[in-house]
């Protein structure tokens, strides 16, 4: 990171021309400059090595930095229908479907009644997580290794409350880890 932790280079200029860029092109090496406007107000992430996040997440990444000792005891509540919504956009569109049937595309035909319905359902406690579907793979000496595939609600719920707890464990564990964290 040349600018330090969470900044941007405030201006790109490409070092060659596009693709296949006709020599007639009007300015194919033009440099862009910084973005204008209120930049410093922005609530979220802006480099694209981090995800981007809500501000109440971005609030419990704060806490999380400044006391590592901090116990949280209620974090449900920032698991909202927008953070279902990212979970739903991250899963792989073409992912087996676990035991409910439901793929990607049937789930997506009505998105926001069917996260609306989830959501009510996780706050009153009321979800309950479906059995995984087995299957069997090959493996290379003949033998087969079993695989689970969840349902795409479950799989939802654990995106978002992965990226609910990343908020947290990405703070306690920076410099210690040594391992790939997101």
């Known amino acids: 990171m040349m600018n330090g932790r969470e900044k941007s280079d405030s201006s790109i200029v490409p070092g060659k021309p596009a693709n296949k860029a006709a020599p007639a092109a009007a300015e194919p090496v033009e440099g862009r400059e910084g973005a204008e406007g209120n930049v410093a ?63 990607w ?39 087969r290794r079993p695989l689970a595939i969840a349902a795409l609600e479950d799989k939802i719920i654990q995106r978002a409350v992965a990226a609910v707890l990343n908020a947290i464990y990405e703070e306690d564990f920076l410099g210690f880890s040594y391992g790939f964290r997101p």
């Open 105 to 143: 595309e049937d789930y997506g035909r009505a998105l926001e009644g069917h996260l609306a319905d989830l959501h009510d359902r996780v706050h009153r406690s009321a979800y309950r997580a479906l059995p995984s579907r087995r299957q069997y793979i090959p493996k290379a000496d003949g033998g």
């Open 41 to 103: 107000q922005q609530s979220t992430r802006r480099t694209q090595g981090r995800a981007s996040v809500s501000p109440g997440l971005d609030r419990v990444r704060q806490a999380a930095r400044l006391d590592g000792r901090l116990q949280f005891t209620a974090l449900l509540h920032h698991v909202d229908v927008d953070l279902l919504r990212d979970s739903y956009r991250a899963l792989k569109r073409g992912a087996a479907p676990g035991v409910d049937g439901t793929t």
